[in-house]
């Protein structure tokens, strides 16, 4: 029996020290963990990754295409005080915080007098620089307490003001900041995917989901500053589209207007100018109408730079040539008992070409007769009319196509020639891209990179070819109709100097509730790209109810000029076009693949 | 024979048994090892403790430094903005260079 219990007891001796060889690895590790590593940065970064969900993250960056800040936190302090606690006597509070917080004395000691108070607000928005004089007041003076907001600032106030919208204290509202808002606080992963359908071109850079690897890692998502959103948008593009626009609305009294500059090969959106505008810095003062994004909110009836539809159609489907002659009835068609359709001027036989040169409206139906109006219903869907282009924008339209889906001799009447559909500005000059790309429908985007708060890169977006909708025969024939409609057609003045430019006039009549197609508003367009050989931008001018002249080649053909003139040169000087963009776009299965849910379950998209 | 060698060996072995039962190493080891244990979660909680209250005040002077930086930011910003260089020129009476002029000075 004893020699049993002597067995045993070596038996846990063995088990003791094969405990103890145990611990001491534990401590060694814990001495590592705690003493070593702890003073390195390593272990600063794991404290401040505990202290992030008390630390409100900073908002990150909006910058434009060259890294220029368009919009950035900063942090601010509201001091306030609790008069019920506050033992020290007031005059002598109010004395030291005086100076600090550039307030009177007299205003602060009557709010430190209410005694029956818990809480008042001495200032908001004090500098974050003075805080250390601010904390030795709160330790000096009991009841004095301080908090930490953010506060957005926008150093090129009305620059973009539209594109960068502005989002609230329950996370709405408009633009990139509310497109983009969950990027910008830093949230990580998953949600960021939602906001981010574009893949890149690189197969290896998509995901299962479809979607581009974000590289988050933990040190990243524990950063306590947001993500900076880089836009496709360049400052001095979009301060000549906005102050030109400005000028012409101004000029022609026009109640709003829009410039979009779009890079043709790529789809990216170089400017978006509104006109009115405002400063975001003060958004709570600005007119609610000043605030509405018009180049992808307001949808309207487009008048002639629709013809481009119809004939592209024509074209495509080989029902007609450019030179097919087309009888215009001498300027009057009667459609129906009710119907009679008037040209401008009188015009007798006139070619394709020369329907789209003079602007016929007459020309115009005819050409959809001979098409057929399925035929031309489907090339309008194919351009992308009735659906949101896709852009990273919130709030955007649709447009309207009613009149082409319940097809009559009212729409036959109308639909040709721009009348009885709404289509929005973007939706507009995306169609006009296609002959400028050679006939692929590119999605348009305003995104072109997500960084962190270092600077690297997280993701890229690259362009993206939704469909072909003309055969690049085609499209060179359009773009030489479209050359001589500012060459010796009704957009005469949109021409360019050193440039050959195609482009197309509209000017359409506004309906009103009740009373039809009123006369004297009207809304004037001019699109168009250029150069014609090489489409570098493609741009398109809206005003709306402009007065003082009668047709768009008076009113947006000088505006398109004035923009295209000076953005050329621009382009030109920079050297703006050096190819950093892939040759190669993603194919249309890539794209399916990569449709965000949000956009499949609205049925919108493509 | 068998009898008497088991007794024999019985003996010795109790003859040795008081000796050991004087030195309980184990306890000692026991008793080490749980003063080290005890030792590093004073430290650790410690080390800890010293580190949180070190990091507001990290965080305060990152977030200050941050701020300074954003503010360079902004008024760097605000001194490149086009409308800004736009109206000094306009001001100062400076043309832009024609295209001639360009190609001279490319040269």
């Given at each position: 029996m004893k020699s049993k219990g002597i067995l045993s007891i070596r038996r846990l001796v063995v088990v003791l020290i094969a405990l103890q060889v145990?611990?001491?690895?534990?401590?060694?590790?814990l001495l590592f963990l705690q003493v070593i590593r702890d003073v390195s940065d390593t272990g600063r970064a794991r404290y401040s990754a505990v202290s992030r969900k008390s630390t409100k993250v900073k908002r990150g960056k909006i910058l434009d295409r060259h890294d220029t800040v368009l919009g950035l936190s900063r942090r601010t302090l509201t001091v306030s005080a609790d008069p019920a606690y506050l033992k020290a006597v007031p005059k002598d509070v109010a004395k030291c915080l005086a100076p600090i917080l550039g307030v009177p004395e007299t205003q602060l000691l009557a709010q430190l007098k209410r005694k029956n108070k818990r809480f008042v607000i001495l200032k908001r928005g004090v500098d974050y620089q003075m805080l250390p004089e601010i904390r030795e007041l709160k330790k000096r003076f009991r009841?004095?307490?301080?908090?930490v907001e953010q506060k957005r600032a926008y150093p090129k106030e009305q620059l973009a003001s539209h594109v960068i919208g502005h989002v609230n204290a329950e996370n709405v509202g408009e633009g990139i900041e509310y497109e983009y808002s969950d990027v910008l606080q830093g949230v990580p992963g998953g949600r960021l995917e939602r906001h981010?359908?574009?893949?890149?071109?690189?197969?290896?850079?998509?995901?299962?989901?479809?979607?581009?690897n974000?590289?988050?890692?933990?040190?990243?998502?524990s950063n306590d500053v947001g993500y900076n959103v880089l836009l496709t948008l360049d400052e001095y593009i979009q301060y000549i589209a906005e102050k030109e626009l400005a000028a012409a609305c101004e000029k022609w009294k026009a109640l709003r207007g829009t410039v979009i500059v779009l890079a043709s090969q790529t789809g990216e959106v170089l400017a978006m100018a509104n006109y009115p505008s405002f400063n975001p810095n003060a958004y709570t003062d600005a007119n609610e109408e000043a605030k509405r994004n018009l180049a992808v909110w307001y949808a309207y009836e487009p008048g002639s730079i629709f013809k481009i539809i119809a004939s592209s159609a024509a074209l495509n489907e080989e029902v007609m040539t450019p030179s097919t002659s087309i009888f215009c009835e001498n300027g009057r068609y009667r459609l129906s008992r009710q119907r009679v359709i008037k040209d401008v001027s009188r015009k007798g036989w006139l070619s394709l070409a020369e329907v789209?040169?003079?602007?016929?409206?007459?020309?115009?139906?005819?050409?959809?007769?001979?098409?057929?109006?399925?035929?031309?219903r489907a090339y309008i869907e194919k351009y992308g009319f009735g659906r949101r282009t896709g852009i990273d924008l919130p709030h955007e339209h649709s447009g309207n196509l009613y009149a082409v889906k319940r097809w009559d001799s009212n729409s036959l009447g109308a639909v040709p020639f721009g009348q009885g559909i709404l289509v929005t500005p973007l939706q507009m000059v995306n169609a006009l891209n296609v002959i400028a790309t050679g006939g692929k429908l590119l999605r348009p985007y305003i995104t072109r990179e997500i960084l962190d708060s270092h600077g690297r890169s997280l993701k890229r977006m690259y362009p993206i070819e939704i469909r072909r909708v003309l055969r690049p025969e085609i499209a060179r024939q359009m773009t030489e109709i479209l050359v001589g409609v500012v060459e010796g057609g009704s957009g005469r003045r949109g021409r360019v100097e050193g440039y050959r430019v195609a482009g197309k006039t509209g000017t359409a009549q506004k309906a009103e509730k009740g009373v039809g197609y009123a006369s004297g508003k009207e809304t004037m367009s001019f699109m168009g790209f250029l150069p014609a050989d090489n489409p570098q931008i493609s741009i398109l001018v809206m005003l709306d109810e402009p007065t003082g002249a009668r047709f768009s080649g008076q009113i947006a053909a000088p505006l398109f000029q004035k923009v295209a003139e000076q953005t050329m040169r621009y382009l030109k000087q920079t050297d703006f076009f050096t190819p950093d963009l892939p040759t190669t776009l993603p194919t249309?299965?890539?794209?399916?693949?990569t449709q965000p849910r949000h956009y499949a379950a609205e049925g919108e998209g493509l | 024979?068998?009898?008497?060698?088991?007794?024999?060996?019985?003996?010795s072995k109790t003859a040795e048994s008081p000796r050991k039962r004087s030195f309980p190493y184990i306890y000692i080891v026991l008793g080490l090892c749980f003063c080290i244990f005890a030792g590093s979660v004073w430290f650790s909680s410690y080390a800890k403790n010293v580190a949180l209250q070190r990091m507001p005040a990290y965080q305060r002077q990152k977030h200050y430094i941050q701020d300074e930086i954003h503010q360079l930011e902004l008024e760097e910003a605000a001194l490149t903005s086009v409308e800004r260089i736009r109206s000094l020129v306009d001001e100062l009476g400076l043309v832009e260079p024609s295209e001639a002029a360009r190609r001279i000075y490319e040269k």
């Open positions: 145990c611990f001491l690895l534990l401590i060694g590790k009841g004095i307490t301080y908090s981010l359908p574009y893949p890149t071109h690189a197969p290896s850079d998509v995901n299962q989901k479809g979607y581009v974000l590289l988050f890692s933990a040190d990243e998502s789209l040169y003079k602007s016929s409206n007459i020309g115009m139906i005819k050409v959809v007769q001979e098409i057929g109006h399925e035929c031309f249309v299965t890539e794209l399916q693949r | 024979m068998q009898s008497s060698h088991q007794y024999t060996s019985r003996k």
